[in-house]
């Protein structure tokens, strides 16, 4: 059974050997090396091979027969073969012996045929590469003359037109590889030149606003009938204007000449021709810069940058000098700044479509109008000089019209004059207020005496007065007023045309600048004049002459108000009688100004009779002498000698001011008065002084007969127009009380106390207790000294007795008043 399995194991193998490739045959090898049988194997291999052998032979034997044959056959085909080729040689000798000549032609042929493709080929080549390298030479033209517009559209029409066509060459390539560098360089050269251009105005904005402030200052000084273009402080805007569409619209050129941006120079032209603003300024940097990058496809870039540097400059432009307030010149330059950054704006606006709209400008102006507004009433506060203000606000308008001639508005501008109106006021009241200082500091306080008719006519030029009295007589003669009234007068007119200068121009209607100078005017009166009056009045070692005259000046600057009226009415045409119209206060003012002088006379009067009082050296304790050989004392006769020559120049003071002319002064009344009352007041309170303790009857003898000078003094009428012996009304308490005492005639007194018909009825009871109890004090003394009463002598007891008596009778009648 294993012999079996070994001899089926052993074919296998075999036909495993003769069907495998011998690469994969040393499995099928180990195989058998593994296995037991190796010999029995190699014996059925060697007769497996055999086998074949044997097959192979027959195979051999069976083809033999055929082979030779073949063989035969083919070595008699080798000498037929041989005499063919010997024939073949030879034929091909003849053919190549008579085909050199035609070979010969045929290469010229080809050579000639080669040629002339070659001619087509680079006639037809040439035909598209000359375009491309003229365009590249106009192109290195255009590049070194910097028409660098012309020179973008060459390069737009090389690279795709002319290269596409001229077909792939090393110098089309390296053209090629150039054009974005020559689009890079046109591009950086004409921003280049934009920023040259923006630096160039920004450096230049000053004579560019300068020169548009004089073209606005030319247009308005000619005739106002005349109606002209909105545009027309443009100058010669059109025909610019119109060369800079013939230019733009030009094709394959630059939009306006290729000159460098700045400013031209003018310094040629006439003098009488005032230049345009857009004269001064080469804008076709902007052209040229907004069409390349119109044609590179960056216009929107280029818009923004362009209004961004214009922000930038106009932040700039409207940051004013910190000392622009000194001098009109730093205002000006401000001003000549913006007007020349605006005057750009509005060209490049009027001149260019979209590089800037009317909505970015008017933003550009509410900024500018509020930061100028702004820095206008910051620097303005500061100026104190009111010509200054008037020089600006003139420089204002001017600035103002000028914009406004390019449609920009300014009614802010305006509104802010307005507003400055009343600082200018302010201002000139401060001025004013010196001026009248140094007229009243100059002044003589004394009428002006003039010699001559001609001087005469000179001052009633200068003041409004019509005395005809006054021109009857003849020269020399003085006027009534010092030289302060005229003056003042003509420095109420300056006031008054200096607030008119500051309304001009300022589109105010005729009622509204009526308005504007009667309240400045009433400003003038009431503040400024008033106080400068009360300086005067109040001024130390103002004398009472300098007061009267005060009074006669006030009088007749009261007097001149309703000339005042009438002037402004003339300047402004404006009638008093309109509805809602301004008075003026000058009245008033005068008036009160009078007042206060006579109450400072009054004052200084009084201070001047105190003087003289406190020289006053009265011995209380003076034994009683008969009135015969008593004398005024000293003080009081210098005191009434002072009161003559002082009433004495109070005869000049004017009355009522319609009756000047011809009546003593109600004030020298009421002056003479007050003097004669306060010195009746001085003397009583000598007597009630409580420093004084005791008083002799011989101290009341002396005080009467001082008393007796005064009633003397008034009796004589120092000062016309008292009535009777009115002016005697004032030393009344005093009499009466001197009375009492030195005629001791207390029964009477006592008596009629409280009746209307009582002798003493201003002997108060409290008066007379006070000085009873002065003049009893030395007997009741006496009285403590003596210690037996019998040693009083009857008439002194009885007299005692008396006054102990009245005493009790005058405490009982003030017990009764305070009941």
Known sequence: MASVETAAEHERILREIESTDTNCIGPTLRSVYDGQEHGLFMEKLDARIRNHDREIEKMCNHHFQGFVDSITELLKVRGEAQKLKSQVIETNVRLQEDGKVLIGSMEELKQCRVQQRNIATTIDKLTHCLPVLEMYSRLQEQMRAKRYYPALRTLEQLEHTCLPRAGQYRFCSIMAENIPKLRTLIQDTAMTQLRDFLESIRKHSDKIGETAIKQ?????????????????????????????????????????????????????????????????????????????????????????????????????????????????????????????????????????????????????????????????????????????????????????????????????????????????????????????????????????????????RQYTSQFPFQDP??????????????????????????????????????????????????????????????????????????????????????????????????????????????????????????????????????????????????????????????????????????????????????????????????????????????????????????????????????????????????????RAGPVAGFQGDTLLLAFSDLRQLLDLFTQWDWSTYLADYGKSTCKYLRVNPHTALALLEKLFKPMKETSRKNVVLAQFKKADRDRQKLIDAVIKQLRNLIAQHHA
């Open 216 to 456: 606005a200052q030319l247009q308005r000084s000619l005739d106002s009938s005349v109606t002209l273009q909105p545009r027309a402080l443009i100058g010669r805007r059109g025909r610019k204007e119109a060369a800079v569409v013939t230019e733009s619209s030009g094709e394959g050129g630059s939009p306006l000449s290729e000159q460098d941006s700045g400013i031209l120079d003018v310094e040629d032209e006439e003098e009488e021709d005032v230049p345009g603003a857009q004269d001064l300024v080469d804008f076709s940097p902007v052209y040229r810069c907004l069409h390349i990058y119109t044609v590179l496809g960056l216009r929107d870039v280029f818009e923004n940058y362009y209004r961004k540097q214009r922000r930038k400059q106009a932040r700039l432009v409207l940051q004013p000098h910190s000392n622009m307030h000194e001098t009109l010149e730093g205002y000006r330059r401000y001003f000549n700044q913006i007007v020349g950054f605006f005057v750009v704006e509005d060209h490049i606006l009027h001149t260019t479509q979209g590089l800037v709209n009317r909505a970015y400008v008017e933003e550009l102006w509410e900024l500018a109008l509020s930061k100028i507004v702004a820095a206008l009433r910051t620097h303005s506060s500061y100026c104190d000089d009111p010509d200054l203000v008037l020089d600006l606000k003139n420089l204002i308008v001017l600035f103002a019209d000028t914009l406004q001639g390019y449609g920009f508005p300014v009614s802010q501008l305006f509104d802010m004059l307005l507003e400055m109106r009343e600082q200018y006021g302010e201002i000139l009241l401060k001025r004013w207020n010196i001026t009248f200082r140094q007229i009243l500091d100059q002044d003589n306080f004394s009428p002006i005496p003039v010699s001559t008719e001609q001087e005469y």
């Open 469 to 714: 009295d006054l021109e009857k007589l003849s020269f020399p003669k003085k006027l009534p007023f010092s030289e302060f009234v005229p003056k003042a007068y003509c420095q109420l007119k300056e006031f008054i045309y200096a607030c008119l200068k500051y309304s001009e121009d300022l589109h105010l209607s005729s009622t509204e600048i009526d308005d504007m100078i009667r309240k400045s005017t009433n400003l003038l009166l009431t503040r400024t004049l008033s106080n400068c009056l009360q300086y005067a009045i109040k001024k130390k070692n103002v004398g009472l002459a300098e007061l009267v005259q005060v009074i006669i000046n006030t009088t007749h600057l009261e007097q001149s108000c309703h000339f005042l009226e009438e002037f402004i009415t003339n300047i402004t045409n404006v009638p008093p009688e309109t509805a809602n119209a301004t008075k003026l206060y000058g009245t008033a003012t005068f008036k009160d100004a009078r007042h206060a002088a006579e109450a400072e006379i009054y004052t200084s009067l009084n201070a001047k009779i105190d003087q003289f009082l406190q020289l006053a050296d009265y011995d209380w304790m003076s034994a009683a002498q008969s009135s015969g050989g008593l004398t005024t004392s000293d003080y009081l006769l210098d005191l009434i000698t002072f009161l003559r020559s002082t009433f004495s120049v109070f005869t000049n003071l004017p009355g009522m001011p319609v009756e000047h002319a011809t009546l003593p002064g109600k004030v020298a009344q009421t002056a003479c008065m007050s003097a004669c009352k306060h010195i009746s007041t001085s003397l009583m309170q000598l007597l009630l002084d409580p420093e004084v303790r005791q008083i002799s009857i011989g101290a009341l003898h002396q005080l009467n007969v001082d008393l007796k000078e005064c009633e003397s003094f008034a």
